[in-house]
């Protein structure tokens, strides 16, 4: 006659401890996945509540492992960022970097200068910039400049000149000269 144990699953301690290291792992690999989130999430904190601009968000596609890591905030993709008439700095605008999906920016009216303006080539999807009253000089074209999906610049009233912007134009067509000053950001294709 075959005798039942009280314990029919037995794992060595050699096991338990490899099943340990793969679940903490695993975690440890979905919490990695969800820091670019709480990066932009922080970065818009300080935009919003430190530089006083507006931000517009969608929701994020996030991976299905990642979602329980983020809380809702954290699960939106920030796609504008109105500066205009802040008080930011170059240094300041590498918080932009953290957006990834950012389509609209305005600097309309900051001290910004085109030194700080090397965070636009990071934005690749990037479609609307307002430098209209910045002293951002010709230099800022040359950041412009890299920005494939730019369809609107608004430079009016800047230190940009006005020979360095028809060459500017020039060399990217599909680009708009002026801009209304009551635009409204809709995203549009050309």
């Known amino acids: 006659m075959r005798r039942f144990s009280a314990r029919p699953w037995r794992f060595t301690l050699r096991t338990l401890l490899v099943a340990i290291v793969a679940v903490a792992a695993a975690?440890?690999?979905?919490?990695?996945?969800?820091?670019?989130?709480?990066?932009?999430?922080?970065?818009?904190?300080?935009?919003?509540?430190?530089?006083?601009?507006?931000?517009?968000?969608?929701?994020?596609?996030?991976?299905?492992?990642?979602?329980?890591?983020?809380?809702?905030?954290?699960?939106?993709?920030?796609?504008?960022?109105?500066?205009?008439?802040?008080?930011v700095r170059d240094h300041e605008l590498e918080l932009l970097a953290h957006f990834p999906r950012l389509e609209y920016l305005n600097l309309a009216s900051t001290a910004c200068t085109a030194e700080?303006?090397?965070?636009?080539?990071?934005?690749?999807?990037?479609?609307?910039?307002?430098?209209?009253?910045?002293?951002?000089?010709?230099?800022?074209?040359?950041w412009v400049r890299r920005c494939p999906s730019l369809r609107y610049v608004r430079v009016y009233a800047s230190s940009v000149s006005q020979r360095a912007f028809a060459q500017f134009l020039e060399e990217l067509p599909h680009l708009q000269e002026t801009i209304p000053a009551d635009y409204a950001y809709l995203p549009r294709e050309p």
């Open 27 to 87: 975690l440890a690999w979905a919490r990695h996945q969800a820091r670019p989130y709480r990066e932009q999430a922080a970065a818009r904190r300080v935009v919003e509540e430190d530089l006083w601009g507006l931000v517009t968000t969608v929701p994020a596609d996030v991976p299905f492992w990642v979602r329980p890591f983020l809380t809702e905030a954290e699960r939106q993709d920030v796609v504008a960022v109105n500066l205009g008439g802040t008080d």
């Open 116 to 142: 700080g303006l090397d965070v636009l080539e990071r934005l690749p999807r990037l479609v609307y910039l307002d430098l209209a009253v910045s002293d951002c000089g010709d230099g800022a074209l040359d």
